[in-house]
C-alpha cells in the first residue's frame, strides 16, 4: 500500500488551446488534513475535478488510494467521498429520499453512521431538498460524503457561502473527526486563516501551478519577517539575498526573506536604528508573498 | 450493475418524469378530448351521442382507432421529439447529474437507466393510446348509449381492441426511433430547445424522404384483393421496415452512450 492518498506527477491539463494546470506533482500524505490554497481561478476545482476522474488530464498521471483513472474509477469512489463546491443535489427528493438513494450505491453505506449524523448535524429528514437553506444543503452533502466510512475525503471550497456557525460548528468539527478516525482529508479554499486552522498539510496552487506542498509548520518555516528601524536613509535592500518583498510602514520596514543567516542578520543590524525584529510569517504571508512574487 | 443500482437509478427516473409523462399521455388523447367538449357543449350532439345506432357506433370507434393510429404516427411523432428532448439534456445542463457522477456507477448505467425509462414511456405513449383511445370511446358508448349494450357489443370491440393493441405496437417501434434519435440529440445539445428544433428537423426530414415509403408500407397490407379496406390488416409494419427501425434505433443509443462517455463536464 502507498503511503500517499494522492499521488499526481507532472499532471497538465488544457481546455481548448488554454493549459490550465501545469506540470502539478502532488502528494498528499495518508491519514492528513492537506489544504488546497489558492486564489479563485487558480485551478483548485480544475485540480479536483481531476482527481476525482471527471477531468482527464491532458499529460501525466493520477493515483488515488494506489489506483488508477479510468480502469479503477469505480473503485476509487467506493473509497472516496467527495463534495463538490456546487453541491449537487436533487431538488425534488427528501432529505431520507436523497440518503436512501445514495446508500444503493456504496457497498460500505453505514445507516448508523448517516442517522447520527444527521441527529447531529440537525437536518430534517422529511424535508424537500429544494426547501434547505445552503448551509443545511452542504450539511447533507457532507453526510452522504462521510455515511460510507470514505479512506479519502474531497472538499472543494467547503465553506463557501456558509455562516461562520457552519462553518465551524459543522464542517471543521467534521473535518478534524474524520482525521481523528486516521482517514485522509483534502479540501480546497481560498480562506487562509480557513487553511491555518484545520490543515495539516498546504498546497499552494496559482496559475495553475503548484507552487508548494508541505507541512504547515514547514511552510510557514520556509520564509522570515523582518521589523526594520532605519538608523539613516534608505538602503539598497536588494543587496540582501533572498528579499522577497520589501513594505514601508511609518518609520518601519518590513522586510519578508527567503532565509534569515547570520550574514543577512548583520548587515540588517548595519542598517538599523535599533535591535532588527524577527517576525514568524502567518500563513497569509507566506501565500501572499507565493502568489506575489512568484519565487518558489 | 446490480439490481440495487438499477432499482435505485429507474426509481429517480420514474420520480422525475412520471409528470411529464402523464401530461403527454393526456397529449396524446386530442381525439377523446375534442370528442367530449363536442358532447358536452351541444345537446344535439349529446342526443345523436345516445341515439346512435350500434352498428353506427362500432364504426365511430373504429374511425377512432385508424385515425388515432394517424395521429400517432404524425402529430405524436412530433410530441415524441418534444418529449425526448429534455430527457436527457435537463440533468446535463443543470449539472444535478454530478451527483450521480460522483457515485461509483458508470456513465453506461446512468444513461442506460435514463433511456430504458424515458424509452419505455415514449413507447407507451404511441403504443398504447390507439387501444386507450378505443377504451375511452367504448366506456363513453357504453355509459351514454341507449342502444349499445356490453353484451351485446363485447363481441363486435372485442376485436377492435386486439387490432387496436396490435396497431400500437407496431407504431410504437418507429416512436422509440424517434425518440432513440432526439435522445441522442439531449445529451450533445445541453439547451433541449436545441435537440427539439434538431429532433424536429430529422423528423420532417423522415417524413420527406421516407414518408411516402412508411404510409404505403402501413395502408397496403390493409389494402384486401377486392380493393376494400380492412382494418383488420391496418396495423402491421413489413419486417424490413420494423427491422430497420429497431437498427436505428439501437444505433443512436450507442451513439448516445459513445458521446456521453466522451463528454467532459465542467
Not at chain 1, 464542517?171 to 482517514?183: A, N
Request: charged share 20%; hydrophobic share 50%.
Amino acid at each position: 500500500m502507498t503511503d500517499y492518498a494522492i499521488e499526481t506527477a507532472n499532471v497538465c491539463r488544457d481546455f481548448g488551446r488554454r493549459r490550465v494546470i501545469h506540470d502539478v506533482s502532488l502528494r498528499v500524505p495518508r491519514g492528513v488534513v492537506y489544504g488546497l490554497l489558492g486564489v479563485n481561478g487558480s485551478g483548485k476545482t480544475t485540480m479536483i475535478k481531476l482527481l476525482m476522474g471527471h477531468l482527464r488530464p491532458t499529460e501525466g498521471t493520477i493515483a488515488v488510494l494506489g489506483r488508477s483513472y479510468p480502469a479503477d474509477l469505480l473503485a476509487i469512489r467506493q473509497r472516496v467521498g467527495y463534495v463538490s463546491e456546487n453541491r449537487y443535489l436533487y431538488d425534488w427528493m427528501t432529505v431520507e429520499e436523497t440518503l436512501h438513494f445514495a446508500a444503493a450505491f456504496h457497498e460500505r453505506w453505514d445507516w448508523k453512521k448517516a442517522r447520527r449524523l444527521t441527529d447531529r448535524l440537525q437536518l430534517d429528514p422529511t424535508m424537500k431538498v429544494r426547501h434547505l437553506s445552503r448551509g443545511n444543503r452542504a450539511r447533507l452533502c457532507l453526510i452522504v460524503a462521510l455515511a460510507f466510512d470514505p479512506e479519502l475525503l474531497i472538499l472543494d471550497e467547503p465553506t463557501s457561502g456558509l455562516d461562520p456557525v457552519v462553518r465551524r460548528d459543522v464542517l471543521e468539527s467534521v473535518i478534524v473527526e474524520i482525521e481523528q478516525e486516521g482517514r485522509t482529508v483534502l479540501f480546497s479554499s481560498h480562506l487562509v486563516e480557513e487553511v491555518e486552522r484545520i490543515a495539516d498539510w498546504v498546497g499552494i496552487l496559482h496559475q495553475g501551478r503548484l507552487k508548494i506542498s508541505a507541512p504547515l509548520e514547514e511552510v510557514k518555516a520556509s520564509m522570515k519577517k523582518v521589523r526594520l528601524v532605519l538608523n539613516g536613509r534608505e538602503p539598497d535592500f536588494g543587496q540582501l539575498r533572498g528579499v522577497l518583498s520589501v513594505e514601508k510602514l511609518a518609520s518601519e520596514y518590513i522586510l519578508t526573506l527567503g532565509e534569515v543567516n547570520d550574514e543577512v542578520l548583520a548587515r540588517l543590524r548595519r542598517w538599523s536604528a535599533r535591535e532588527p525584529e524577527i517576525i514568524s510569517p502567518s500563513l497569509e504571508d507566506v501565500f501572499v508573498e507565493s502568489v506575489r512574487a512568484e519565487v518558489w | 450493475m446490480n439490481w440495487t443500482k438499477a432499482r435505485a437509478l429507474l426509481w429517480k427516473e420514474w420520480r422525475e418524469t412520471r409528470w411529464k409523462f402523464l401530461a403527454f399521455f393526456l397529449a396524446f388523447h386530442p381525439l377523446v378530448w375534442i370528442s367530449a367538449v363536442a358532447l358536452l357543449v351541444d345537446e344535439e350532439h349529446w342526443f345523436t351521442f345516445q341515439t346512435m345506432p350500434a352498428k353506427t357506433a362500432y364504426q365511430v370507434m373504429e374511425g377512432l382507432v385508424f385515425a388515432q393510429s394517424m395521429f400517432t404516427l404524425t402529430a405524436g411523432l412530433f410530441l415524441i421529439v418534444f418529449y425526448a428532448a429534455s430527457s436527457a439534456s435537463r440533468e446535463i445542463a443543470s449539472r444535478r447529474i454530478f451527483f450521480l457522477l460522483e457515485r461509483p456507477v458508470t456513465r453506461w448505467s446512468v444513461l442506460s437507466a435514463k433511456y430504458a425509462l424515458s424509452g419505455l414511456q415514449a413507447y407507451a405513449l404511441m403504443a398504447l393510446t390507439p387501444l386507450t383511445t378505443l377504451l375511452a370511446a367504448y366506456i363513453g358508448v357504453l355509459l351514454v348509449s341507449h342502444t349499445v349494450t356490453l353484451e351485446a357489443s363485447w363481441g363486435h370491440v372485442f376485436p377492435l381492441m386486439g387490432t387496436a393493441f396490435r396497431i400500437g405496437l407496431w407504431r410504437g417501434v418507429v416512436g422509440v426511433m424517434v425518440f432513440s434519435l432526439v435522445f441522442s440529440f439531449s445529451v450533445v445539445f445541453e439547451q433541449w430547445w436545441i435537440s427539439m428544433g434538431a429532433g424536429i428537423v430529422a423528423v420532417i426530414a423522415l417524413f420527406y424522404f421516407f414518408g411516402k415509403s412508411l404510409i404505403l408500407s402501413i395502408l397496403e397490407p390493409a389494402r384486401g384483393h377486392r380493393g376494400e379496406f380492412s382494418l383488420d390488416m391496418f396495423g402491421d409494419l413489413s419486417r424490413e421496415t420494423v427491422l430497420i427501425t429497431l437498427l436505428v434505433a439501437i444505433g443512436c443509443f450507442l451513439l448516445s452512450q459513445i458521446l456521453f462517455q466522451r463528454k467532459q463536464m465542467v
